[in-house]
């Protein structure tokens, strides 16, 4: 396949799987030089993890080409590479470089890829004999690999050999890492390449700690970056950069891994900055870092303490309640907890917050930190709420009852409610009670003031005694057709 210089000298790449075109094939005959570029040639590297199972590794390396014509094994790629996102260029001068064909060769060693390559030839079996003391050879013809290994040893066919097995090379279509092979037409003897591709199985998370006050009206928070690494590959002293953010991809959907819980460590100062990218946002570490493959690394996000927290216990009711005769609809039922917090820069934030999972703790009367509670975040920009749910009040509990229902025709209904909350504790609660309906709706009479959320939803707020209890009392009326 024919290359061509574009632009300032990028060389779109297609998985080549076909034949080179007919001019690289006319000049087939001329000598091709063999290179091979490991790791160790690497100038530079960075790497851009998206929170979707996938990132960017862009490399530059400084490659003695030579001129000519040119058969280079990259070596030390992705596992996990997509070959049909590779981009390649040379940074020295247009037109230095040309791509006649791209392969990526992925058919890796391995004790069952060796056995097949070596199916209807001679290998040398070794036996262990504990009379002598010492390991008897054999020469065996591998006759299967097929769900076991099938040998024959003389005149004899035999399976699962107690032995080892050693081989008189290794075939030269089974190689140790996954490579990209070019083949090239180099017009210059050195020169600085970059190379970029999209891999699979690099993922990242973001993870918050949450301390609360005493009074729960305050809190510190620290973010972390999880990093995962499957790909393949190790990325030493790379560049890094985070995207945040849902971005189309046409392969399909690909997995989020669950990653193991946030340890609770003493927190760094933020070392990522936050920019507004395309319409997604871009963390960039402010150092190079090393990535192992089959590393899990953390990175503190963000660091911010005297944060206004908004501690809400709310009461729900459902929407279905309205449709029929009830009576008592529940007894005893918990009561949610809640926290609200402000993203903005007069609270104490104003950073654009990844997705991520929030853990949330709180000193006993011994100074000890508990854990009180955790929910999921989904990527919130600057100035936006955030409410996680804590879990359920023990101490503050409701019940919920039908007192009347009246049909007034086919489709519209009255019915009066009586919902008392109780509080167990020593101080006194602010509880909301938040009554979802459908259909259209009005309020014919009340206890306690009735405020509209939306179309659908109406609210009481009510300040509940310590071991005290309020009863909040109404009617309304419903229509849903």
Not at 17 to 27: E, N, R
Not at 50 to 67: A, D, W
Not at 347 to 353: D, R, T
Request: include cysteine; hydrophobic fraction near 35%.
């Amino acid at each position: 396949m024919a290359g061509a210089t574009t632009g300032v000298g990028a060389l779109r790449l297609a998985f080549a799987t076909v034949a080179i075109s007919a001019a690289a094939g006319a000049a087939g005959a001329q000598r091709v030089s063999q290179l091979q570029s490991t790791a160790e040639e690497r100038q530079e590297v960075s790497i851009t993890v998206y929170n979707q199972n996938f990132g960017l590794v862009r490399e530059v390396r400084n490659i003695s080409f030579g001129t000519g014509r040119i058969a280079l094994e990259f070596r030390d790629v992705s596992a996990q590479i997509q070959p049909e996102t590779v981009h390649i260029k040379s940074l020295d001068r247009v037109g230095s470089l040309q791509v006649l064909e791209q392969n990526y060769q992925y058919d890796l060693l391995n004790p069952q890829k060796l056995l097949e390559k070596y199916l209807g030839r001679t290998i040398k079996v070794y036996r262990f004999n504990s009379s002598t003391g010492r390991e008897e050879e054999y020469e065996a013809e591998v006759l299967s690999v097929n769900q076991g290994t099938i040998l024959r040893i003389g005149d004899e066919i035999t399976y699962n050999f107690p032995g080892r097995f050693a081989f008189p090379e290794i075939p030269d279509n089974l190689i140790a890492k996954p490579t990209l092979v070019w083949l090239l037409e180099s017009n210059r003897s050195r020169q600085q390449v970059e190379v970029s591709y999209l891999s699979r199985n690099l993922n990242w998370k973001a993870d918050y700690v949450l301390v609360l006050n005493e009074d729960d009206t305050e809190s510190d928070l620290t973010g972390w970056v999880t990093l995962a690494n499957q790909s393949g590959a190790s990325y030493e002293n790379a560049r890094l950069k985070l995207v945040a953010g849902d971005v189309q991809r046409v392969t399909g959907q690909v997995g989020r891994r669950d990653l193991d819980a946030l340890r609770m460590a003493e927190a760094a100062a933020p070392q990522f900055t936050e920019e507004g990218f395309f319409e997604y946002h871009l963390y960039t570490l402010d150092r190079p870092t090393t990535l192992l493959q089959n590393e899990q690394k953390q990175v503190t996000l963000l660091e911010a303490s005297d944060i206004g927290i908004d501690k809400r216990l709310i009461f729900y009711g459902a929407a279905q309640y309205y449709r029929g005769s009830y009576g008592q609809v529940v007894s005893n039922q918990k009561v949610g907890v809640y926290l609200d917090i402000t993203n903005s820069e007069q609270n104490n934030l104003g950073m654009a917050l990844p997705r991520g999972i929030v853990r949330v703790y709180k000193s006993d009367r011994s100074g000890a930190q508990q854990f009180i509670g955790e929910d999921q975040i989904d990527h919130t920009p600057r100035d936006e709420r955030v409410r996680i749910k804590m879990g359920e009040a023990f101490d503050v509990v409701g019940d919920r009852r039908q007192m009347d229902y009246s049909v007034i025709s086919g489709c519209v209904s009255e019915s009066t409610w009586e919902i008392s909350v109780r509080n167990h504790k020593d101080e006194a609660a602010e509880v909301q009670i938040v009554e979802p309906v459908g259909g259209d709706w009005e309020i014919i009479s009340s206890s306690h003031e009735a405020v509209k959320l939306d179309a659908h939803t109406f609210r009481f707020t009510v300040d509940v005694p310590a071991r005290g209890e309020v009863t909040v009392e109404y009617r309304v009326r419903v229509r849903w057709c």
